[in-house]
């Protein structure tokens, strides 16, 4: 027991340890292409690219700093000229953190560079209600655990005192251990499904069916950095919705879902 409880210490500070490296690594080659580009356009954004893998690199390695490494790793991006990977590690910072007003600007200007809309979801009464929900994943995890040990001391203390758990109370922990629960796992569901996804070449035709011998969707292509939800996938295609009533399909290799 002792031995595993050394093994996985050990573990964890080599992934703190490695990740702490790409960070740093990151950072020097983000520094070194803000002052390269001034004079070297293509050397500056092959360092900033560069920099952006690295910051995945990191973002793989920690869970804690995962956002703000996918953040900066959409910002490195975004600099580099590569509009389609920045919008994907942006959409992925926004599930560590949702409320970052920075994040979500970036998005829209990168999205605005594309010519990319994407509506955003009514602020009704019900979607005010229901705020915490979009709130980021790892406070949503103090939640829970704060309504966990909160649930066990009540039940702990009326253990000692000879007392009955409050039953108003208990069930208030109780809910919301359930909704929280609910909450955190549909999003691991949804993480897992990779039901959306953004085109990551310059452009690609979107056809009306599933092969190119079918004619295109539309007139003009579709840019780099164009958003769209996975309704089917039949071999190497995918069908796509644009929006409630654009729907086209899209060779997988021309995307990256997430």
Same mark, same amino acid.
Not at 74 to 79: H, I, K, P, T, Y
Not at 209 to 214: F, P, R, T
């Given at each position: 027991m002792k031995k595993l409880i050394v093994m996985l210490m050990a573990a964890f500070a080599f992934g703190l340890f490695?990740?702490?490296?790409?960070?740093?690594?990151a950072d020097q080659l983000f520094e070194e292409a803000r002052s390269v580009i001034k004079e070297d356009i293509s050397k500056g954004r092959v360092l900033y690219e560069a920099a952006a893998l690295e910051y995945l690199?990191?973002?793989?390695q920690s869970y804690i700093g995962r956002g703000v490494a996918l953040y900066n790793a959409?910002?490195?991006?975004?600099?580099a000229g590569i509009p389609g990977r920045a919008v994907i590690a942006y959409r992925k910072a926004q599930r560590y953190l949702p409320e970052?007003?920075?994040?979500?600007d970036n998005l829209n200007q990168v999205r605005n560079l594309v010519g990319s809309e994407v509506k %955003?979801?009514?602020?009704?009464?019900?979607?005010?209600?229901m705020a915490w929900d979009k709130s980021s994943w790892g406070l949503r995890l103090a939640y829970l655990a704060l309504a966990y040990f909160a649930f066990w001391a009540l039940l702990i203390r009326g253990l000692w005192t000879d007392r009955h758990m409050h039953r108003g109370l208990g069930a208030a922990a109780m809910i919301a251990i359930s909704a929280l629960s609910i909450s955190i796992l549909s999003d691991i569901a949804d993480w897992q499904k990779a039901n959306e996804g953004v085109v990551v070449v310059r452009t690609v035709d979107a056809?009306?069916?599933?092969?190119?011998?079918?004619?295109?969707?539309f007139q003009s292509p579709l840019r780099e950095g164009t958003e769209f939800k996975v309704l089917e996938t039949r071999g190497e295609w995918l069908?796509?919705?644009?929006? %409630?009533?654009s729907t086209c399909w899209l060779p997988i290799q021309a995307v990256e879902l997430f």
């Open positions: 490695s990740a702490q490296a790409d960070v740093e690594r690199s990191e973002a793989n959409g910002n490195a991006f975004a600099m970052l007003e920075y994040l979500n %955003e979801p009514a602020t009704g009464l019900w979607s005010k209600i056809r009306k069916g599933e092969g190119y011998g079918y004619h295109a969707a069908r796509v919705t644009l929006s %409630e009533d």
